[in-house]
T-cell receptor, first 112, second 114 residues
Framework: GQQLNQSPQSMFIQEGEDVSMNCTSS?????WLWYKQDPGEGPVLLIA?????ELTSNGRLTAQFGITRKDSFLNISASIPSDVGIYFC????????????FGTGTSLTVIP | EAQVTQNPRYLITVTGKKLTVTCSQN?????MSWYRQDPGLGLRQIYY???????DKGDVPEGYKVSRKEKRNFPLILESPSPNQTSLYFC?????????????FGPGTRLTVT
């Protein structure tokens, strides 16, 4: 199956710090999505990206669709304790129909 | 309230005993999907359905069956569960409108097969 490599695997940061994480693939993706999963719950969509080079923000979150279409980045500015959770990238391959592939996740811990 | 429900939330069973995990959504979504989540592997898609009576294999369909007889329901069937199917399972749904990618996930079903 398609592998999305997400890094880092985990992060421990101080409240107020900025966070960066990325996702790479060996294949070209048609869309990139970023999800957050809180403990004991299902993932929730944060940002959707539709074309190469696109930069999209959602509050303190900013994500970019890499120009090679094989990667994506998520930045969180001025982290707060409620940012704690697991962040997943996901996407759809070109011409893959409606199949979604998810990354391995980045676990974020924010220390107050 | 718009939601995806799954039952049961927790299940411990033995190898070979057939089980069904139910999934229901109240948003009239055409698209429904099942994922399993394992440590270090993220979420992997098992099966998905574009509409009633239309289902397709995802990345890891082996050992699973699904059916879509009604728009709101998408049960996951394990005919003969094995320990390697111990996992956290999520059902999700979304609209099939163009460029709508937001999937609504259920709360998860934690399955243990001994």
């Amino acid at each position: 199956g398609q592998q999305l490599n997400q890094s880092p695997q985990s992060m421990f940061i101080q409240e107020g710090e900025d966070v960066s994480m990325n996702c790479t693939s060996s294949s070209i993706f048609n869309t990139w999505l970023w999800y957050k999963q809180d403990p004991g719950e299902g993932p929730v969509l944060l940002i959707a990206l539709y074309k190469a080079g696109e930069l999209t923000s959602n509050g303190r979150l900013t994500a970019q669709f890499g120009i090679t279409r094989k990667d994506s980045f998520l930045n969180i500015s001025a982290s707060i304790p409620s940012d704690v959770g697991i962040y997943f990238c996901a996407g759809q391959l070109q011409r893959s129909g409606n199949q979604f592939y998810f990354g391995t996740g980045t676990s974020l811990t924010v220390i107050p | 309230e718009a939601q995806v429900t799954q039952n049961p939330r927790y299940l411990i069973t033995v190898t070979g005993k057939k089980l069904t995990v139910t999934c229901s959504q109240n948003m009239n979504h055409e698209y429904m999907s099942w994922y399993r989540q394992d440590p270090g592997l993220g979420l992997r898609q098992i099966y998905y359905s574009m509409n009633v009576e239309v289902t397709d294999k995802g990345d890891v369909p082996e050992g699973y069956k699904v059916s879509r007889k009604e728009k709101r329901n998408f049960p996951l069937i394990l005919e003969s569960p094995s320990p390697n199917q111990t996992s956290l399972y999520f059902c999700a749904s979304k609209s099939s409108r163009d460029r709508v990618y937001e999937q609504y996930f259920g709360p998860g079903t934690r399955l243990t097969v001994t």
